[in-house]
């Protein structure tokens, strides 16, 4: 069941032939693979304060876009999904640790990050550093000079933005605290994904806020497994449901489902795959 569908997301990129080969060998490339398989659970880190990609509702339930693409993997493996909250300082050392199998969880694919983990191609997302601020605030990168800027600690932009802009980063555990300091004055502006800026400004909730900036440092999304086991059967797997979303048109249903302004991005790599997508139906 699981080969037939692989093959299937896949549409001839990878092969039924070789995941069926792959699959039958027993080697350290496949060994979570089976182990997923075995254990009847997929484990995957994903976000939890990340509206509206991964953030707990009314009821405190995991949901949004990412926590959609994780029950997708599961789906396709017959498993069940647990998900597991991680932070942006901590995700990477939730795969090496190996207290999850996977994680989708709005992480920039950077040539640093490749080293520690095993980042699939292709990229399945992307967004760009941008600023919070009241109205008014800000209206230039330079404005951010010596003035305090809220941060999510372990986001990479916030070295970038201090580096270049002289901004003084002031940063919090998570994205809640961070938007809240903004809103008690601790801050002149808070430094994040567009694409996030976005979704809270379309949440009714900051009608005094804007994003003012021009977006910069535009950068892809990776999922990531385990580094050893990105060119195994793990990595090729996951590599297929990444072109299946893709191809078939899924991530942009999903950013239609969640509100997200439609990206670029998105389109783009689905006219790529377009040609394949007979495939799919």
Not at 32 to 47: A, I, P, S, W
Not at 102 to 130: C, Q, W
Not at 175 to 187: S, V
Not at 259 to 280: C, E, N, W
Request: hydrophobic share 40%; with cysteine; glycine share 10%.
């Amino acid at each position: 069941m699981v080969t037939q569908y692989f093959g299937t997301v896949c549409a001839g990129a990878l092969g039924l032939a070789l995941v069926a080969g792959a699959a039958d060998t027993a080697n350290a490339n496949n060994d979570r693979f089976k182990k997923v398989l075995d254990r009847g659970e997929l484990v995957v880190g994903v976000k939890a304060d990340y509206k509206p990609w991964g953030f707990r509702d009314p009821s405190g339930k995991l949901v949004g876009m990412e926590i959609d693409l994780a029950q997708d993997v599961a789906t396709a493996l017959g498993v069940k999904l647990k998900l597991v909250p991680v932070q942006s300082s901590n995700r990477m050392q939730f795969l090496q640790q190996g207290k999850i199998d996977l994680m989708i969880a709005t992480m920039s694919d950077r040539s640093d990050r490749r080293k520690i983990v095993g980042i699939v191609e292709p990229n399945y997302y992307t967004s760009g550093t941008n600023v919070l601020a009241k109205k008014g605030a800000v209206k230039d990168w330079a404005d951010l000079k010596g003035k305090p800027v809220c941060g999510k600690q372990g986001a990479f932009y916030n070295k970038v933005v201090a580096k270049r802009y002289g901004a003084r980063i002031v940063a919090f555990v998570g994205n809640a605290e961070a938007k809240q300091a903004l809103k008690d004055g601790k801050c002149i502006a808070w430094v994040y994904d567009d694409s996030s800026i976005m979704a809270d400004l379309a949440s009714g909730q900051y009608d005094n806020y804007e994003m003012p900036l021009k977006t910069e440092d535009d950068n892809p999304w990776g999922l990531a497994v385990p580094l050893k086991e990105r060119d195994g059967i793990w990595g090729r797997f996951m590599a297929g449901m990444i072109y299946h979303w893709h191809a078939s048109g899924r991530l942009m249903e999903l950013e239609k489902k969640w509100g997200i302004q439609p990206t670029a991005y998105v389109s783009k790599m689905m006219d790529k795959f377009k040609p394949d997508r007979a495939h799919l139906k």
